[in-house]
T-cell receptor
Framework: GQQLNQSPQSMFIQEGEDVSMNCTSSSIFNTWLWYKQEPGEGPVLLIALYKAGELTSNGRLTAQFGITRKDSFLNISASIPSDVGIYFCAGYPNAGGTSYGKLTFGQGTILTVHP | DSGVTQTPKHLITATGQRVTLRCSPRSGDLSVYWYQQSLDQGLQFLIQYYNGEERAKGNILERFSAQQFPDLHSELNLSSLELGDSALYFC????????????FGDGTRLSIL
């Protein structure tokens, strides 16, 4: 099946630092989504990307849909303690234009922010 | 609050038993999706329903089944439970059926003893 390779697996940073994580695949994706998950909760949608090259921001978060449609990155600027959590990339693979609901997830990036 | 409601939050049962997990999608959403999250497998897509009909299937075991009712809520049935079925089960919903952002509930934690 489709695979998404997310890196890094974990990050330990100081409050105020910027963060960057990415997802790559050997296959083309139609849509890229970025989620954050905290303990005891479900993934929360952060950003959705629909077109190659698209750059979208949500507050201190910025994500881009790679022009090859095989990758995406998420940046967090000026991190704060509440940014702690697991960040997942997810995407709908290009399966003849009808990929329906088969959302594929990366393995996640565990973010720890030290005050 | 995503607007997706899952019950129960926790389930503890024994091997060989059968359980039913319930999901109410966000108001207006016609698609419901089920996922399994375990430490070694991550988030795995199980199945999608759209307006009562099955639309897509992932690596869902034959012991598992789901349905979506006319009021759009969905149930995931897990039978002949094994120790390896212990996991978090999430439901998500979206307005349509193609390439839509999915909004997740807070999950049901299933523990098999």
């Amino acid at each position: 099946g489709q695979q998404l390779n997310q890196s890094p697996q974990s990050m330990f940073i100081q409050e105020g630092e910027d963060v960057s994580m990415n997802c790559t695949s050997s296959s083309i994706f139609n849509t890229w989504l970025w989620y954050k998950q905290e303990p005891g909760e479900g993934p929360v949608l952060l950003i959705a990307l629909y077109k190659a090259g698209e750059l979208t921001s949500n507050g201190r978060l910025t994500a881009q849909f790679g022009i090859t449609r095989k990758d995406s990155f998420l940046n967090i600027s000026a991190s704060i303690p509440s940014d702690v959590g697991i960040y997942f990339c997810a995407g709908y693979p290009n399966a003849g234009g009808t990929s329906y609901g088969k959302l594929t997830f990366g393995q996640g990036t565990i973010l720890t922010v030290h005050p | 609050d995503s607007g997706v409601t899952q019950t129960p939050k926790h389930l503890i049962t024994a091997t060989g038993q059968r359980v039913t997990l319930r999901c109410s999608p966000r108001s207006g959403d016609l698609s419901v999706y089920w996922y399994q999250q375990s430490l070694d497998q991550g988030l795995q897509f199980l199945i999608q329903y759209y307006n009562g009909e099955e639309r897509a299937k992932g690596n869902i075991l034959e012991r598992f089944s789901a349905q979506q009712f006319p009021d759009l809520h969905s149930e995931l049935n897990l039978s002949s439970l094994e120790l390896g079925d212990s996991a978090l089960y999430f439901c998500a919903s979206s307005p349509g059926q193609l390439n839509q952002p999915q909004h997740f509930g807070d999950g049901t934690r299933l523990s098999i003893l």
